[in-house]
């Protein structure tokens, strides 16, 4: 594949796949810092125990200042779950 062709595949996942869009997001480096956190250890955590964890962060998060909203939390899951069940889970790029 030549420039352009690479250029044009980059182009449309920005748009449309998961993994970039969390990239794209204000908060990417909050849930990018938890997922690596997260599997620093362990390279298979269950769902649950990672979303008891996000909990956690979370909170922890909010007392320390560099998470402001209750609300927000919610992308964060959404994020979270993205990650847990789509193929981006199994690779970072295309």
Do not use: C
């Not at 994020?79 to 193929?87: D, E, V």
């Amino acid at each position: 594949m030549n420039f352009s062709g690479w250029l044009a595949r980059f182009r449309r996942l920005q748009d449309e796949h998961t993994t970039w869009k969390l990239l794209h997001a204000d908060n990417a480096p909050v849930i990018l810092a938890f997922i690596a956190n997260l599997f620093a250890e362990e390279n298979e955590v269950p769902f649950a125990r990672a979303r008891i964890a996000l909990d956690a962060e979370l909170a922890r998060g909010r007392e320390l200042g560099y998470w402001q909203s209750e609300s927000g939390a919610g992308i964060q899951v959404e994020y979270l779950t993205i990650f847990f069940y789509s193929a981006s889970s199994k690779k970072w790029y295309p």
